[in-house]
Nanobody, 122 residues
Framework: VQLQAFGGGLVQAGGSLSLSCAAS????????MGWFRQAPGKERELLAA????????YYRDSVKDRFTMSRDNEKHTVDLHMNSLSPEDTAVYYC????????????????WGQGTLVTVSS
């Protein structure tokens, strides 16, 4: 599966931003999709995850009240809608995929998009 992420940029604190990830390749529907981020000097962390088939969406506790993940099964895109952003959300954001993977098992994601930078100014 190939992944391409879009939508990063500069936003003021308190603002909103949406990221999009397009998935292509064979058997896309077999993959669990996740959004990660990596801030400078910090480890990469899983933010949200879902399956194309539906069911529950996983959210990291620190973002679950501010971020929403959605999908478009026809276009094979997954989006991350981010609200109430703060400078602590500044990071490179990645979409990732895990074939038949568990939602919140971060190490299972082995296909990665190129990353898109989100910068939140104070």
């Amino acid at each position: 599966v190939q992944l391409q992420a879009f939508g990063g940029g500069l936003v003021q604190a308190g603002g909103s931003l949406s990221l999009s990830c397009a998935a292509s390749g064979s058997d896309v529907s077999r993959y669990t999709m996740g959004w990660f981020r990596q801030a400078p000097g910090k480890e990469r962390e899983l933010l949200a995850a879902m399956r194309w088939s539906g069911g529950i969406t996983y959210y990291r506790d620190s973002v679950k009240d501010r971020f929403t993940m959605s999908r478009d099964n026809e276009k094979h895109t997954v989006d991350l809608h981010m609200n109430s952003l703060s400078p602590e959300d500044t990071a490179v954001y990645y979409c990732a995929a895990a074939r038949d993977g568990f939602l919140n098992y971060a190490r299972g994601y082995n296909y990665w998009g190129q990353g898109t930078l989100v910068t939140v100014s104070s």
